[in-house]
């Protein structure tokens, strides 16, 4: 995409939508945390039923680590891997009492650090929470970036050193929930809706479906297996 389109993309997005937010619940930095790491393959709908009881139990790590592994699985077993998800918000939790003072540190560095988040949990964490001009790379964002042609890569680094690259302002520290909406009830992964898409004329994906029900183009491209590979589901 040329920087033009790029900045007519956000601009059309943020005029349907001028102030997204993230669709996980949450009322602090620390529960947004936690509830990020456990939508690790899971859906967001999923992690807040699972949440929402948690949530108004437990708001800091030391009330985490007071719960215990086996207590927050009773609240989590309804998600994927709740398991190891549960062990991992535990040992993160505890991370927080001892050496952040209970408080979740505004460094990607230190958060990629805790057990069970990765690079793509501290983005949403540092976009959502303090505001930072992250590009958190989901398999929504994977594949929106790389059909529309706004940043190609076959790994989500790739992506996010593209978006990073390409995003201008002011669109920056909201692109990545437009990216996210756009992707999740739009640019849906074997059914993109593209007759109803507000950035179509943008786009650069080939087999567009212009019909309600209807079903892409087989191409040389969609018959071929790709190499990339997107990351997991969030």
């Known amino acids: 995409m040329k920087k033009a389109d790029i900045f007519e993309f956000f601009r059309r997005l943020a005029e349907l939508n001028p102030d997204p937010v993230t669709e996980l619940e949450f009322g602090n930095v620390y529960q947004l ?95 959502c929470a303090f505001g930072a001009e992250t590009f958190a790379v989901d398999t929504h964002i994977f594949r929106v970036a790389n059909r529309t042609g706004m940043a190609k890569g076959k790994t989500p680094l790739a992506v996010e050193l593209g978006l990073e690259k390409n995003v201008p302002q002011p669109f920056r520290v909201g692109s990545h929930h437009w990216m996210i909406l756009h992707g999740r009830y739009i640019c849906k992964a074997r059914s993109p809706e593209c007759w109803r898409c507000p950035v179509i004329d943008l786009c650069a994906y080939k087999p567009k479906i212009m019909e309600k029900g209807a079903k892409p183009a087989a191409t040389k491209s969609t018959k071929a297996k790709s190499a990339a590979k997107p990351p997991a589901r969030s």
């Open 33 to 127: 945390l936690v509830a990020v790491t456990l939508s690790a393959q899971a859906t967001d709908v999923g992690v807040n039923k699972a949440t929402r009881k948690l949530f108004a139990e437990v708001k800091t790590p030391a009330q985490m680590v007071a719960l215990g592994e086996e207590g927050l699985k009773e609240h989590i077993k309804t998600i994927g891997l709740f398991n190891s998800k549960a062990r991992n918000v535990i040992a993160l939790s505890q991370i927080l009492v001892d050496k952040y003072g209970g408080e979740v540190p505004e460094d990607r560095d230190a958060l990629v650090e805790l057990p069970g988040v990765g690079r793509k949990t501290a983005n949403v964490v540092l976009n």
